[in-house]
């Protein structure tokens, strides 16, 4: 029954099916209203994808390292708030290097807990989720932000503008794609998470600091999601103070689309940056041709399922699972 | 032996220890501080309180299940949403107003099956695909969510009907219809775990796969039938909660999967299954809901139950780690 | 006894997976109230054949018949209901659980409404156990026993059948002599039962002392079936590796130089305790004994993966405090672990990046990883160490146990270490890498290094070795010199029994 073409087919299939539903995806939508391939049609995708995006680079680190990170959302929602609210007490020269510090020291003690304390990383970060949120509510007082003078500040420039005509959430998030994927292929640094995620002993007895590269993991998560937040606040220049809810479960479903294994040791940041745009282009494209946003959460679900399936299949060599 | 025993025992009623110290600290604390003058330990203020964890707990007590099997479902929330918004717009139907009051069994009859099956789709999923039921249910998380959206829109759902209100805010023996429930639910599934073939083979599957398939009993279906269980559990904690309150809005139950984690997670339940308890369980729902209750009562914001709750779970976390380990001669990994 | 008609019988099975012939061809029977050993090397199909007979693999070819009948065999639930039980390795119990509980798992006997049954179901379990003269009772959780109860607990299960044919997995690895008597007491009242028992294990002394008759595979062909009693370790030795057993021991002796490595009076908690040693540069120092005597815990103390309670360890007559294994690479010392899979490489990661991964930080130009300078080490190595991969982009988990070995050396001996530790550094390897191994041991030697190896196995040993640290229960009990050592002294050595005592 398996027959050798099948078999390459079926491989072929499963290693790249992402890239292959992605340009199907595109073509069949492309055929179907020349309007989404328009360069400002997929500008516009990208630039709304960009904020989910940014923060799903900094967790395709925390889970190549075989960890997650649950909190992405309602840290986003932090940020946020305190750099709206900071932009009327300190100026935004201020705000935001003391958000982007806050941020990072909320990533730090995760990082701590998981990293140096070896607690489980799901845990954690789940009742660092509630307890963040928490601190969001008692900082804002329960209470949306505003900037006051919305005309006069050059704080939306991250959200709002643009360099050569190409919008700054795009610019941001490409430039931190590139930086992140640098850091992931190229140093030392990605190499050991690698090995960290791939299998944490070996790691140990080839004398990594597993703890210490753990830890660092959280911090770039903490980075990607101060940088979200700016682009949030810096887009809306106010906000509610529930924004980012639910965020982290779709950011997690972005990195496993793109092919990270929830065990570790495997993903690039290439990958997540399709799973990204997929989230992206699915939802826009059933938009053009007439059906809601909401139609996407569905399309996406059978997405993900399929892909990891036909992952889990090629490496198993045969489609069914074994269970009984 | 003795000191393992023990420390079985000490596992059992940490939470309820817990509780009763939440207990004394808000009683106490609530003499000085109190924005009310109602004492904390009031009769009625306890019986409110377990009617309030009553949508959660119960779907806390099927994650029990789930998470003693080692699996875990991400998908409650929406699936909670999905069963109110087919309870209350059913009763809208043509013919379904035609049945009077009548249509309430049915009503609840649909969104029951609702959750039933959308739980049979997880199962199925986990079971013939045999990909990771956290990625199965994070996908089906979104997916039923999508779903919760096309059938109204963003629009709320709403249908108030008087008999169902005046049904679900009714008192027997001193407790409200949902408490019942919660209790209801909790002794059942109770006697299912500790009495049952089904509850005895859960805790095997979840502390030894390979033992339990090798025993010859069939994983695939079992994970299914837990399933359906936490999806009609997940309905029937709608169906309780939107009896009374009668409208539904597409973002209801987000997050409901963490809660109930969370609670699961409080009340020993190990992450890597095969270890748990529904009792204990129901501990960690009624911690929860008394910190709530309490920090309220001793005059904090509200908001301050988040940032608490937070900080307990990942020091529970930490407490037990400490707990289990084997000194100082351990392989440091 | 040979003429009463066989409870297991196998004919020309045939089990192929892509690209081996795991089994090939093999055939033997089992006669009721015998102890059948089977033996072989690792790799030579022992497991497989297990699998075979309870239902996990399909044979392709061939026949198995219980009691004269042919059977299909599909589960191990369908081999133990025809009387076929499997008493593994690898305990398969749920710890969660009470004993009673795991000896019924998958057939709790039943009341109404899905109910268990307990009072049966424990006075069913206390028959069986009463059986088994066990301290224990139904009711005890498993996780609260012993290895060894719980090595009890899975021979109950097989009583809850009558069985035909009990196959027993390696039963003794980590048993204690006490707890060995009790089994074999055990195996002895199924014997008398006309149970047919199949039993696997490498341990010579226990196959001659209760088997009736061996049956050797090797490279999953069956050579052949020897009566215990008209035959001897060598013969069997002969059977299983295809030549006879080289106990030659190690006679070229380099210059040995300065002290490398000095351990006094090291002990950590119960692993191990007042350890004493020393390993000079250009020497081979062989660690002897058996599973859990402490050797590999007190490899793991010397690398910083545990804290020592007592005790100095000196490297080049300097006093050294080593917490972790950052530090020990740092001071020159490395480790080749014991679990290649686990704690030695990253499976899915490729050949290069697992041999430089230690000194990564090192290997770098500007911020980045330098392919060039990684390519090189890997290259060098490789022709070194003669690893046979397709190229450096391979993943590590697809190559052969023995060119994995080599990696893991190959990552160490890159580190230019002062000392080098190898634990178990043949395992699971075919015969033809593990002399290529061997060799490459003594070799390292006679340039200079310091090299420790820890072995279960004795000619591993007496072939490397320049010198023998026996040790027993965590304690060192005598250090040999190669030309002093006899395979008899050594044995009584790593059994507890006192060197001055035997001669």
């Known amino acids: 029954m398996a027959d050798l073409t099948k078999k390459g087919i079926g491989g072929f299939l499963a290693r790249q099916g992402i890239l292959v539903a992605f340009v199907l995806f595109m073509v069949g939508f492309a055929l179907a209203n020349q309007r989404f391939i328009a360069i400002d049609n997929i500008f516009g995708v990208i630039r709304s994808s960009a904020i989910l995006g940014v923060m799903a680079l900094g967790v395709t680190f925390v889970v190549i390292g075989g960890n997650l990170d649950l909190s992405v959302g309602s840290m986003m929602s932090f940020s946020t708030i305190v750099v709206l609210d900071l932009h009327d007490t300190l100026g935004p020269t201020l705000a935001i290097p003391a958000m982007f510090g806050l941020t990072l020291a909320l990533g730090a003690f995760i990082g701590f807990l998981v990293g140096y304390l070896k607690l489980n990383s799901l845990i954690v970060t789940l009742g660092m989720l509630s307890a963040i949120h928490g601190l969001t509510l008692t900082w804002s007082g329960g209470q949306n932000m505003d900037i006051a003078d919305k005309e006069g500040t050059w704080f939306g420039l991250f959200g709002r503008g643009d360099i050569l005509g190409v919008p700054m959430p795009i610019v941001i998030f490409g430039t931190l794609a590139l930086v992140l994927s640098l850091v992931l292929s190229k140093t030392p640094f990605g190499r050991k998470v690698y090995a960290v995620g791939g299998n944490g002993q070996a790691a140990t007895f080839s004398g990594i600091p597993r703890a210490r590269v753990v830890f660092f993991t959280y911090l770039i998560s903490a980075f990607c999601v101060a940088t979200a937040g700016l682009l949030q606040a810096s887009r809306s220049l106010g906000s509610q103070n529930t924004v980012g809810q639910g965020y982290e479960l779709e950011v997690l479903a972005m990195v496993i689309l793109g092919g990270a294994s929830l065990l570790g040791g495997s993903g690039t940041i290439l990958k997540t940056v399709i799973g990204v745009l997929i989230f992206g282009f699915i939802e826009n494209g059933l938009l053009l041709i007439g059906l809601e946003f909401y139609v996407q959460d569905v399309v996406i679900w059978a997405v993900i399922i399929l892909a990891v399936w036909l992952d889990i299949a090629a490496k198993r060599g045969r489609l069914w699972s074994p269970i009984a | ?333 | 006894m040979t003429d009463q008609p066989p409870v297991l019988r196998l004919e020309g099975v045939v089990k192929t997976f892509p690209g081996v012939r795991a089994l090939d061809g093999v055939s033997f029977d089992l006669r009721p109230g015998e102890v059948h050993a089977l033996m072989g090397e690792n790799g030579a199909g022992k497991s497989t054949l297990m699998k075979v007979l309870g239902g996990i693999y399909d044979p392709n070819e061939g026949q198995i018949c219980v009691a004269e009948e042919q059977v299909e065999i599909t589960s191990p639930m369908q081999a133990k209901a025809r009387g076929v039980v499997f008493i593994h390795q690898e305990l398969s119990l749920a710890d969660e659980l009470t004993v009673a509980e795991n000896i019924w798992l998958g057939e709790l006997p039943l009341k109404s409404f899905g109910r268990v049954d307990w009072g049966k179901l424990y006075a069913d379990t206390d028959a069986i156990l009463k059986t088994l003269n066990v301290s224990f009772d139904a009711r005890t959780r498993v996780g609260d026993l012993s290895i060894a109860n719980q090595q009890m607990v899975e021979i109950a299960r097989a009583l809850t059948v009558d069985p035909r044919a009990v196959i027993f997995d390696e039963p003794t690895a980590s048993l204690t002599d006490a707890e060995k008597v009790v089994l074999f007491k055990v195996i002895a009242d199924l014997q008398s039962r006309g149970v047919g028992i199949i039993y696997i294990s490498h341990r010579m002394e226990e196959i001659f002392k209760i088997t009736d008759r061996i049956s050797v595979l090797r490279d999953g062909q069956y050579r052949g079936t020897l009566n215990t009693a008209e035959t001897d370790e060598e013969a069997v030795t002969q059977l299983m590796i295809g030549r006879k057993l080289d106990l030659s021991r190690n006679e070229s002796h380099h210059e040995m130089g300065d002290v490398a490595l000095e351990v006094r009076g090291l002990s950590c908690g119960h692993l191990f305790n007042d350890v004493s040693f020393t390993v000079h540069r250009g020497e081979v120092v062989g660690f002897y004994g058996l599973v859990g005597a402490g050797r590999t815990e007190i490899a793991e103390t010397i690398f910083g993966l545990r804290d020592p309670s007592e005790g100095q360890i000196l490297l080049g007559g300097e006093e050294v405090r080593i917490h972790s294994p950052i530090e020990a690479i740092a001071r020159g010392i490395s480790l080749v672990p014991e679990d290649r899979k686990g704690q030695g490489l990253v499976l899915g990661m490729n050949c290069r990046d697992n041999m430089t991964l230690p000194q990564v930080d090192d290997l770098t130009a500007g911020p980045f990883v330098s392919d060039g300078a990684e390519i090189s080490i890997f290259d060098q190595y490789r022709d070194k160490l003669d690893i046979r991969t397709p190229g450096w982009r391979q993943t590590v988990g697809n190559l052969s146990g023995g060119n994995q070995q080599k990696i893991v050396i190959g990552k160490w001996l890159s580190m230019r270490p002062e000392v080098l530790i190898v634990d178990e550094p043949t395992r699971g390897i075919d015969v033809g890498s593990k002399s290529e191994i061997h060799n490459l041991i003594r070799d390292l030697a006679a340039q200079g290094y310091a090299v420790i190896v820890i072995s279960s196995e004795m000619p591993e040993v007496l072939h490397v070795s320049d010198r023998i640290v026996a040790m027993f229960s965590g304690r060192v009990m005598r250090t040999f010199t190669s030309d002093e050592v006899t395979e008899d002294s050594l044995i009584q050595a790593i059994s507890g029994l006192q060197g001055d005592k035997v001669a």
């Not at chain 2, 080692?70 to 409650?76: E, K, P, Q, R, T």
């Not at chain 2, 949403?81 to 035609?98: E, G, N, R």
């Open chain 2, 1 to 333: 032996m003795f000191t393992e025993r023990r420390k079985d025992l000490l596992k059992q009623g940490a939470i309820w220890g817990f509780i009763v110290l939440e207990l004394a600290f808000f009683s106490i604390a609530g003499n000085y501080l109190s924005v009310t003058d109602t004492a904390f330990m009031d009769f009625d203020n306890m019986l409110l309180l377990l009617k309030q964890s009553a949508p959660i707990g119960i779907i806390a007590l099927g994650m029990t299940i789930i998470m003693i099997n080692g699996n875990i479902d991400l998908s409650v929330g929406a699936t909670f949403a999905l069963a109110a918004i087919v309870m209350l717009d059913s009763m809208t139907w043509p013919f379904m107003q035609a049945l009077g009051d009548w249509a309430i069994p049915l009503a609840w009859g649909f969104a029951l099956l609702t959750g039933v099956v959308l739980g049979a789709i997880n199962g199925l999923i986990v079971w013939k695909t045999g990909v990771d039921a956290f990625i199965v249910t994070l996908g089906s998380m979104l997916g039923f969510r999508g779903l919760v959206f096309m059938y109204n829109g963003e629009q709320p759902t709403s249908h108030l009907n008087w008999t169902l209100v005046d049904f679900a805010e009714a008192q027997f023996l001193g407790l409200h219809t949902a408490s019942w429930f919660l209790l209801a639910v909790a002794l059942i599934l109770w006697l299912v775990m500790t009495r049952t073939v089904h509850g005895r083979n859960a805790y095997a599957i979840g502390n030894n796969r390979d033992a339990a398939v090798n025993a010859g009993i069939r994983v695939g279906p079992h994970f299914l039938l837990n399933f359906m269980l936490i999806g009609f559990l997940a309905a029937l904690s709608a169906v309780v909660f939107y009896s009374e309150s009668g409208s539904v809005n597409p973002n209801d139950g987000m997050l409901y999967e963490l809660w109930a984690i969370t609670a699961v997670v409080l009340g020993g339940t190990k992450l890597a299954g095969g270890y748990g308890s529904i009792v204990s369980t129901l501990g960690g729902v009624i911690a929860i809901q008394l910190l709530r209750k309490g920090l309220g009562h001793i005059g904090a914001d509200t908001e301050t139950v988040n940032l608490v709750i937070g900080l307990i779970l990942i020091a529970v976390l930490f407490l037990d780690r400490q707990l289990n380990r084997k000194g100082k001669e351990e392989l440091k990994t």
